[in-house]
């Protein structure tokens, strides 16, 4: 492969800016570090939030952390991934959404790497800060120290990969502090492409009712090909008669499981009632700081819930997601989540197909 010396990166400089295409030069990877050519880089929702200033992130930035390429070069202490697998120059593959500094209390004694003091998050970084190239909107992604890398199986398609190292392993992590075991009722709030996954992954974890929440009818619809039993519209009905129907669906006391991706806090409340007594709530969208909502603790308390938060995931949790994709790739048609494709410089339109959710994944291929 001919080296590269410079690559293309659609920049944007302040919140809501039209993005610009730069050309930043690149260098040899450093020892720890590979260099990656993008094949495609899929827009997630935290990206809008990003770009609409919702929540704080260095300009000018590039954004993008859904990312899958092909190894350009490997610096020369990267020999393997996180599997054990050797790679090679022309490797297919995906890599954490984070990086972390080095060793630390979170990361030995918590076993929470992913929270580790200085967590650094591709598509998060100005793109002034070396080597330049570390967002997805662009030619080149260096993969940088500390990352966790899965080399990719040939069988699956680019829009089934690229996914895998936000959407699909954040939902192994919520599925997972869910503690969904056989026969559980489960029900999800948001059938975004996260409550999709989500509703998948519930049932391959044995889930026997999965209920999904959603006010657009097409998602609904579309749960049904992810497993969803009961696909609702929270918004035809009050809080009280969504509770009682979902009571009606999980019996004798409600869901064991209840999991929020819709980034609403406002649907908190009703999905504490929705649970039975002992179950588990997991909060998975709600990413924005701010997000206040009143909920009656004593609720909490009577019925014995577990509250949690899933922010980043378990690093094994990159390898579940490929794992689990792989395996299920023919009972689910996850080839058709990424349904809009975009070229760099359109990355603008792109966003915005996103944000007004006329798209459900949208695709940058560079
Ligand atoms: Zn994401």
Known sequence: MIKPEKGRLAVYESPQAP??????????????????????????????????GHRPN????????????????????????????????????????FFIPGTSFHTDVLDLPQKAPGVEKY????????????????????????????????????????PINCGVATMICVTEQAEIRIGDSVLIQGLGLLGLYGAAIAKARGAKTVIGLDTVAARRELGRRFGVDHALDPGSMSEAELAQRVLELC????????????GDPGVIPVGLQCLRTGGRYVLGGVVNPDSSVRIDANLVLRKLITLR???????????????????????????????GKYRLDEVGKAMEDAAERRVLRAAIIP
């Not at 295409?21 to 997630?44: F, G, N």
């Not at 300009?59 to 996180?82: F, K, Q, R, S």
């Open 19 to 52: 993005f610009v295409i730069r050309e930043l030069p690149l260098r040899a990877p450093h020892p720890a570090e590979v260099l990656v050519k993008i094949r495609m880089s899929t827009i997630c929702r935290s990206d809008i939030h990003s770009y609409l």
């Open 58 to 97: 260095p300009c000018p930035g590039v954004l993008g952390h859904e990312i899958i390429g092909d190894i350009v070069e490997l610096g020369d202490c990267v020999t393997h991934d996180m599997r054990g697998s050797a790679l090679m120059p022309g490797d297919r593959i995906t890599w954490s959404e």
């Open 123 to 162: 598509g998060h970084m100005a793109v002034t800060t070396d080597p330049h190239h570390h967002g997805g909107f662009g030619e080149y992604c260096y993969v940088l120290p500390r990352s966790w890398i899965l080399k990719l199986p040939s069988e699956i398609s680019d829009e089934e990969a690229t």
């Open 251 to 262: 019996p004798p006391e409600g869901a064991d499981a209840v999991i929020e991706v819709c």
């Open 309 to 339: 938060g899933v922010h980043n995931y378990h690093p094994r949790n990159l390898l579940e997601a490929l794992d689990f994709v792989q395996a299920n790739r023919l009972h689910f048609p996850f080839h058709e989540l990424v349904d």
